[in-house]
């Protein structure tokens, strides 16, 4: 049957109306959580496709993947009810995804433009990292580091100061010395080490995630290409704009000098990835940025929550300094005010929280509807322990990385090594899953690499040890095969063939890490080729390995757990927050100047304001943090998070089985915790 008619914008309210009407001048929307900023998006979107715009000239730019795909299906719903078409007959859908997917597709589109191989490999953050350690080895940094002589930084944490100097465009010294101070005296290796690290991801063909940025901003820099791309596409949409940095910005700005066609929305009070080099000034200056400076239409009625964790949610960001001032109100009736709840320990919230999603799945609200949030991927442990006892099936966003897990990763660099011979990293690690080959093998096969065009002909003219040489050649004449003909997706079960043998060998817990590389091969036969597969791989990871619950199926009901970072522009009915106490929120690590905290506190924010119906805010009165592993300390915390002043708890209820003991205020941390490990590790390095 066909559906009636239905004009997409019939739901809005007047001023998200005026932002989906409004013509082709810079638009910028901000508005509070919950305020309809997404789904204003969206109608704009569709408006503009019934208006006869091509929705392959519009761009759509989202924080994460997952958002993308909500967009184009909200944006179809839309066009599905007003074009009357019936259910399945989905209408051409704008380009979507975030910046770097998009910068992904653009540069491939372009590579012999920028005398980049259109057979680059894209570095996820661990290969990158393994790059950046695997250089700074060859310049002998590590070695200083090691005797403690010259404290070089960590590969870690060279990468970070790398990346935040590329995001943010800043001189090297002013990122060490803003954010980085501990590193500053290592600035000329620093220097070296960055050239290098370049020139060899130059050498091997690779990019890693910020290069689909900075590459991206080369490219608009060519005239001719900046105007060709601004005028395909008509308009560029972005959301949650506070959180780009400012080599996005300068990408928006060359493809719409004018702003003409540029969209932008987002909220200041929730911006939340400075630490990556984000600028909340971009959407603060967005309107100036434009002569007649750009619309704003803001947006003040949130739809989401209801009266009492809208009032809570309020009272918490009133108290931060300086922010672009948005009173949202909400007519959602709801008596249940937000709880603040004592608990003993880590274990007795894990309860508490598992019994009242329980409960309230027993009134009938799913888990999909329920999410707990948290401030550290490491903070949902003691959950995670009783949700698997228990036998609750559930997804954790923004935990450790499929990608990064070990298994997964020598899979990958097989088959990234066969589509990129010259990618040294990835056939370190493949000579490296033979038995009895190390470190030193790997690196003299790596010499022998310059010589010859594939990795076969390279594995076949080396000389193995002799007690090897068996494994040797079954490794080669699987390259030989990867390279030969290229079946896609045959190619994956080949190698997950030869690798399942190795598996056990090469690490523990084999039984998972087998279901993972089972899932790796479904993931595969949903891509038309080995490239497709790596980059999208690459570029949207799968979120968490399989855990001890098991893989929940797409159709069964599970729970979300979620790092704070990762829940951004999502909503559930009912939110709980783990760790609200001083340490936790704000991190023990982000309480040294003013901007840090206030992060945290928006944090805190946009926590609340993902739910719906309920939220819980979790308050342990014991709680131990284990400092990264290689000091091996552990710290006590007690105490309700700061941000919950006096005035604030006035909003919640106050329950929970333990007594509550936070009447101590802001609680101080334990006598020089935190300075303590400034100074360790500025002697580490
Ligand atoms: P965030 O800042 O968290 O990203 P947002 O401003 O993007 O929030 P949305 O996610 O677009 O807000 O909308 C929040 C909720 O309000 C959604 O469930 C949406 O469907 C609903 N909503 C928005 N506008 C309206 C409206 N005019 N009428 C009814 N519901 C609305
Ligand atoms: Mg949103």
Not at 630 to 648: A, C, K, M, N, Q
């Amino acid at each position: 049957s066909v559906a009636a008619r239905v004009d997409p914008l019939a739901s809005l309210n007047e001023p998200q109306r005026e932002a989906a009407e409004h013509g082709d001048g810079p638009l910028l929307v901000i508005a509070g959580a919950g305020a309809g900023k997404t789904m204003t998006l969206a109608a704009r979107v569709a408006r503009l496709v019934l208006g006869g715009a091509d929705p392959n000239r519009l761009m759509l730019l989202t924080f994460s993947r997952r958002a993308a795909v909500e967009m184009q299906q909200r944006v179809a719903g839309l066009l599905q009810a007003s074009l009357g078409l019936p259910a399945g007959a989905a209408p051409v859908l704008p380009w979507a995804g975030t910046f770097h997917a998009i910068g992904a597709r653009l540069l491939r589109e372009q590579a012999g433009r920028l005398g980049l191989s259109d057979d680059f490999t894209i570095l996820d953050r661990a290969d990158a990292e393994d790059l950046m350690g695997w250089v700074r080895e060859a310049q002998g940094l590590a070695r200083a580091a090691e005797t403690g002589s010259a404290r070089f930084p960590l590969k870690g944490t060279c990468l970070a100061i790398y990346s935040r100097a590329v995001n943010s465009q800043a001189q090297l010294s002013d990122v060490l010395r803003q954010a980085f101070p501990w590193c500053a005296h290592a600035e000329e290796g620093l220097r070296g080490l960055f050239r290098a690290y370049e020139a060899t991801k130059r050498d091997q063909h690779a990019l890693d995630y910020d290069d689909l940025l900075l590459w991206w901003a080369e490219l608009m820099r060519e005239p001719d290409v900046a105007a060709w791309l601004g005028e395909r596409f008509t308009h560029v949409l972005v959301d949650e704009y506070q959180d780009t940095n400012r080599l996005q910005a300068a990408i928006l700005l060359a493809l719409k000098p004018q702003g003409r066609g540029l969209t932008v929305v987002g909220d200041d009070a929730q911006a939340i990835y400075s630490f990556r080099a984000a600028e909340v000034r971009n959407i603060l200056d967005f309107p100036g940025a434009f002569s007649p400076p750009a619309r704003v239409v803001t947006l003040d009625r949130n739809y989401r929550s209801t009266t009492p964790l809208l009032t809570a949610a309020n009272a918490v960001i009133a108290l931060a300094p300086e922010r672009f001032k948005k009173a949202l109100w909400t007519d959602r009736a709801g008596t249940a005010r937000p709880q603040l709840v004592a608990v003993d320990d880590e274990t007795a919230q894990a309860r508490w929280v598992v019994d009242h999603i329980l409960a309230r799945r027993e009134g009938g609200l799913k888990l999909k509807s329920q999410a707990v949030l948290f401030r550290t991927s490491s903070h949902s442990a003691a959950l995670e322990l009783e949700l698997a006892r228990r036998q609750i099936p559930y997804v954790k966003y923004g935990g450790l990385k499929f990608l990064e897990a070990a298994h997964v990763k020598d899979v990958l660099s097989i088959l990234r090594w066969a589509s990129n011979p010259r990618l040294r990293l990835a056939g370190f690690r493949v000579a490296q899953l033979v038995p009895g080959i190390g470190p030193a093998t790997a690196r003299r096969l790596l010499d022998a690499m310059d010589a010859h065009a594939d990795p076969a002909a390279v594995l076949q003219a080396f000389e193995p040890p002799a007690a090897v040489r068996g494994e040797w050649e079954g490794l080669a004449a699987l390259m030989q095969r990867l390279s030969a003909h290229s079946e896609w997706p045959g190619d994956m079960a080949l190698v997950a063939d030869w690798y399942g043998p190795h598996l056990e060998r090469l690490h523990d817990h084999p039984v998972p890490r087998r279901a993972d590389i089972e899932q790796l091969a479904r993931l595969a036969a949903g891509h038309a080729s080995r490239e497709r597969f790596l980059t999208e791989l690459t570029l949207d990871p799968p979120q968490a390995t399989s855990d001890e619950a098991g893989d929940p199926h797409l159709d069964e009901d599970y729970l979300i757990l979620s790092t704070i970072h990762a829940a951004k522009g999502q909503e559930w009915s009912a939110v709980s927050v783990l760790n609200v106490i001083d340490g936790c929120i704000p991190g023990d690590l982000s309480t040294a100047t003013p901007a840090q905290l206030e992060e945290e506190r928006r944090l805190l924010y946009v926590a609340m304001t993902r739910a719906r119906h309920h939220l819980s805010l979790m308050v342990p009165q014991r709680f131990y943090v284990t400092q990264q592993r290689r000091f091996g300390d552990r710290h006590l915390y007690g105490g309700l998070s700061r941000f919950i002043t006096p005035e604030v708890a006035e909003h919640f209820d106050s329950i929970g089985p333990a007594t509550p003991n936070w009447a101590i205020g802001p609680p101080t941390p334990p006598p020089g915790a935190v300075l303590d490990l400034a100074r360790r590790l500025r002697e580490r390095w």
